[in-house]
């Protein structure tokens, strides 16, 4: 405390001195400055336009302008006009220029600040690479000027305007100001028209001058960008190394038609519609690292003449190492809602050839959405070379909640190796309805063309069922081996339909402790054709429950054909065997065969059950000429068989006497025991 007692002290006994310091240099400042400054506005205002034309090598035309002193010198420049050899190149309704009061002492136009406030520009970039400037004054009218001779070659269009990067701090311009300004620029070789606005824009150097800021407010053909950035200030050449910056891009609703050359290389895709929302940092640091945190919102996706689809949010953090040919994904996020939520990470390099790997988790999916978004981005052919080896990329997953095929998967748990065009998955691991499968499968995105092989173990074969048809028919634990392939050929058509018409392939189905009920309890139209005639153990109609189910499977020509089908009903002495077709579009052609219990009843009487026309709505009968031959085989032959008395006789007559009317003497041995020759067997099964 005492020491600042004794500064206060000194502080308060020497004011005056300070006081009369300052003014001594004020009234200096008045007297050395201010005054002749005044006195000689017209000479400096000439002055510092004389300079910027000569420093520029610049036509500077101004309509009118002023200067001013405080708190920095400068002009103010109304309605300028800017001329290279006689070509208009730029207009501008008011431009403020400040310049450094050293400078200015010293003679010498040390520009510090310029503020650009309305106008516009059109550069134009012809097929050899020159460039035409033509300026529309005020966006107004065109200013008609002769355009010919002015080119500016890319590589050398700073010597010949005579402003360089370098001279840029050479004149310790440290602030840019671009406010309500228009550029618009062509260009011949892809016939493209950008119109750029600048709404309020600004470059900043650091007082030493080893910074710069960038501010960019505005629209770039009509979409909204606000760009930030800030880095380090670097000598030519660029050492990349070095290099240090960030940037920060913030985009609302932003038409990615704003980069159609960049997504001309996906053919089938129309981003015309396509917006973008949300946030994009880059930061690189002292290395070779570029890190970029992206957080988008992206929607109204559409292939070439089709309609807009999709909102996805997107988060990605990616570090993307150009020099070492590297990008590392710590954080993918992807939501889809309603169709898919993913989370991912993984790496890709391409130093040799183009190697990935990928940790994928979803919390749900639906695949043929999926598909349709994936074959959206397929890069065009000839950007690749033919000569160089496919990439290789290598995928683990952990799906939840997967929709394919009109299933929804629980859990899948796989790993999948991708070259172009295969997509192999060596095994994968499904819960669905309580049970599981277990496989390996083959895709070829491109066509689309699937190839799938696996067991079955336990599923809830009434839901394995719902999705294709309207009624409950069966109950039971599925189990079963498949092994089929499929594609799409005709994309007009639904996915999932077009996907069983063209699928081939075999397999074979074991169902157990189960029940037919509805459509498929086939004692229905039995009992009520010969319930009255045969009594039938344990079977009221109501309920159908049997032991195992089993058949073999061919799929082909959109249909499954079952070759053997056998079913064991539970406590009734009856089996049924039979075979038939049912198809994918509901239409079903099945003949069964009811055989009673016995060596030689269960043998001869066998009920002929026939389904045919369309699933569920056809209904199942008898087989109305083995009704028929019931009377007829009760009439012929049932004194011979009285023995086994009743009804009993007339069945099984019947049932001799129907297969004698469909297949002659053939029928009536095989059912008795009687042999024939196995080419005669093979005719009959076909």
């Known amino acids: 405390m005492r020491s600042w007692d004794v500064l206060n002290r000194y502080l308060e006994e020497n004011k005056i001195r300070y006081i009369s310091a300052l003014g001594f240099f004020v009234l200096l400042f008045i007297l050395i400055v201010y005054i002749p400054f005044v006195q000689r506005k017209d000479v400096y205002k000439e002055f510092i336009l004389d300079r910027l034309r000569s420093s520029t090598d610049l036509d500077i035309k101004v309509a009118d302008s002023d200067l ?16 290279k050899d006689n070509v208009l190149i730029a207009v501008s309704d008011k431009v403020d220029i400040d310049i450094s009061w050293f400078g200015l002492i010293k003679r010498m136009i040390e520009i510090r600040d310029i503020s650009i406030n309305g106008g516009s520009l059109h550069l134009e970039r012809r097929k050899d690479g020159s460039f035409d400037i033509v300026e529309y004054l005020n966006g107004k009218k065109k200013e008609t000027e002769q355009k010919s001779n002015v080119k500016e070659l ?65 629209r770039i053909d009509d979409q909204p960008i606000d760009l930030e950035m800030t880095g380090g200030l670097q000598n030519f050449p660029i050492n990349w190394e070095k290099l240090q910056f960030s940037a920060i891009l913030k985009t609302e609703e932003l038409s990615l038609s704003l980069l159609r050359e960049i997504f001309n290389i996906f053919p089938a895709g129309d981003f015309s519609k396509t917006k973008l929302s949300g946030r994009t940092e880059v930061v690189k640091e002292e290395g070779t690292i570029f890190k970029f945190k992206v957080r988008n919102q ?23 190492d150009l020099i070492n040919k590297k990008v590392a994904f710590p954080f993918i996020e992807a939501v889809w809602e309603g169709v898919a939520k993913a989370t991912a990470k993984g790496s890709v ?10 940790d994928i988790k979803a919390d749900y999916g639906d695949y043929h959405n999926l598909l349709k978004l994936g074959k959206l981005f397929h890069v065009r ?76 173990h336990r599923l809830q074969v009434d839901k394995v069922l719902l999705p294709y048809l309207s009624e409950k028919i069966m109950e039971g634990e599925l189990s079963s081996w498949f092994s089929f392939e499929t ?56 309920e159908l429950k049997f032991e195992t189910l089993r058949s073999d499977v061919k799929i ?110 053939d029928g009536v041995t095989g059912l008795f025991g009687g042999s024939s020759s196995d080419s005669d067997k093979k005719q009959k099964e076909k």
Do not use: C
């Open 68 to 83: 001013y002193l405080l708190p920095f010198p400068g002009i103010e420049l109304n309605q300028i006009e800017i001329r």
């Open 154 to 218: 890319l590589d050398d269009v700073n010597s010949k305007i005579g402003f360089s990067t370098e001279d840029f701090l050479a004149v310790s311009l440290k602030n840019i100001e671009i406010d309500n300004f228009t550029l618009v620029y062509n260009e011949q070789n892809h016939e493209k028209k950008y119109i750029v606005y600048f709404k309020k824009s600004q470059v900043s150097v650091s007082f030493y001058g080893k910074d710069v800021d960038l501010l960019f407010q505005g």
């Open 298 to 320: 992206v929607k109204d996706l559409a292939y070439k003449g089709g309609l807009p689809f999709g909102n996805i949010r997107l988060n990605v953090d990616f570090d993307l």
């Open 349 to 358: 390099n391409w130093k040799n050839r183009s190697l990935g790997q990928f």
């Open 381 to 456: 052919e000839d950007l690749f070379d033919p000569n160089s080896p496919p990439g290789i990329f290598y995928f683990t997953g952990e799906l939840n909640n997967i929709f394919a095929f009109k299933h929804r998967f629980a859990h899948i748990k796989m790993e999948a190796k991708y070259v172009d065009p295969l997509l192999s998955i060596p095994n994968f691991h499904a819960y669905i309805y309580n049970g599981e499968i277990l496989g390996k499968a083959k895709i070829y995105p491109d066509i689309p063309k699937i190839e799938v092989e696996g067991d079955a």
């Open 487 to 542: 594609q799409i050929r005709n994309h007009s058509r639904d996915s999932v339909t077009e996907l069983f018409a063209n699928m081939k392939g075999i397999g074979n189905i074991t169902i157990k402790n189960g029940e037919l009920v509805g459509y498929a309890n086939f004692m229905v139209p039995v009992l009520n054709t010969l319930g009255k005639i045969i009594a039938f153990k344990g079977v009221d109609g109501r």
């Open 556 to 665: 082909s020509g959109n249909e499954m054909y079952f070759p053997n089908m056998k079913l064991e009903i539970a406590d009734s002495g009856m089996d049924v065997d039979g075979k038939g077709t049912v198809g994918f579009d509901q239409k079903i052609d099945m003949r069964l065969h009811l055989r009673l219990g016995g060596k030689i009843i269960g043998k001869g009487l066998q009920i002929p059950i026939i389904y045919a026309g369309t699933f569920g709505k056809s209904i199942p009968y008898v087989d109305p000429i083995w009704l028929g031959s019931v009377y007829t085989g009760m009439t012929l032959l049932g004194p011979y068989l009285i023995v086994v008395g009743g009804p009993y006789a007339g069945g099984v007559a019947g049932s001799v006497i129907g297969e004698y009317v469909r297949d002659l003497w």
